[in-house]
């Protein structure tokens, strides 16, 4: 960071001499659907996205994985599966378009998530429910390291760029500030005498997930629809500008 501050040349008007707060720029990216249409979409992908962690204690307490599976697959999950989902989502978005990576991704998230809740209890279930988790984590990832690069495909400008990464920021992580709480809440609600919860909470918490994943789809086709009707209206008045 040094060397690269000493090293590296500076251009004129690289660097602002004063970097303010400008209601202007954040006026503008208020203003601008593709900056909420994408803010929306983050919110629900990072709501299911934080959420798929409580597949772990449904594989021990649920469908009777063994702790020591459960930890090797919740590492695989959290760590080695995010060095893979990322490049991944992220080299199909570029060949493709991120609101479509995004839908795809929260889609194929609702049948595996709707494939573990239908699973039986019981040992032999085992290697299906640490590969539907592993898959899920997969996918979640994917699908959150892609969600922000909705700004770039709705081009929003450079003039309020950092105004609309910060307001996509406000709105896509609120689900921190209550999640944790009426997730806890449902488990403590079907908790026994004895700490077991019963399979039903965690039922319920994923059927808020699959909601979840459904409105990510729909904001995300919502912004491909947008961004494509925006295209042809431009490409209509250069055609009309043309022919006057």
Not at 43 to 63: C, D, E, K, R, S
Not at 141 to 150: T, Y
């Amino acid at each position: 960071g040094i060397l690269s501050w000493l090293f590296i040349p500076k251009f004129a008007g690289e660097i602002k001499g004063e970097s303010t707060f400008s209601l202007a720029e954040f006026g503008r990216a208020l203003r601008d659907p593709v900056v909420w249409i994408a803010a929306v979409s983050l919110f629900f992908v990072y709501f299911f996205y934080t959420g798929a962690t409580y597949t772990t204690p449904y594989m021990t307490g649920v469908l009777g994985v063994s702790l020591a599976a459960a930890t090797i697959v919740a590492n695989i999950r959290n760590y080695g599966i995010t060095l893979l989902s990322g490049p991944a989502f992220g080299w199909i978005a570029n060949k493709t378009k991120p609101s479509l990576v995004i839908a795809a991704g929260s889609v194929l998230f609702i049948v595996a998530l709707g494939a573990m809740m239908l699973l039986p209890h019981g040992a032999g279930v085992v290697v299906v429910a640490c590969t539907l988790v592993v898959l899920l984590g997969f996918i979640a990832n994917g699908a959150f390291g892609v969600v922000s690069a909705q700004l770039t495909e709705g081009k929003v400008p450079l003039t309020y760029f950092g105004a609309a990464t910060g307001l996509l920021s406000i709105i896509g992580f609120l689900p921190d500030t209550f999640s944790s709480t009426w997730f806890g809440s449902i488990l403590d609600a079907q908790t026994d005498a004895s700490g077991n919860v019963a399979a039903g909470a965690y039922q319920q918490i994923f059927a808020i997930l699959i909601g979840a994943a459904v409105l990510a789809t729909i904001s995300s086709l919502g912004l491909y629809l947008y961004l494509r009707r925006s295209r042809s209206r431009a490409a209509a008045s250069v055609l009309d500008r043309a022919a006057a």
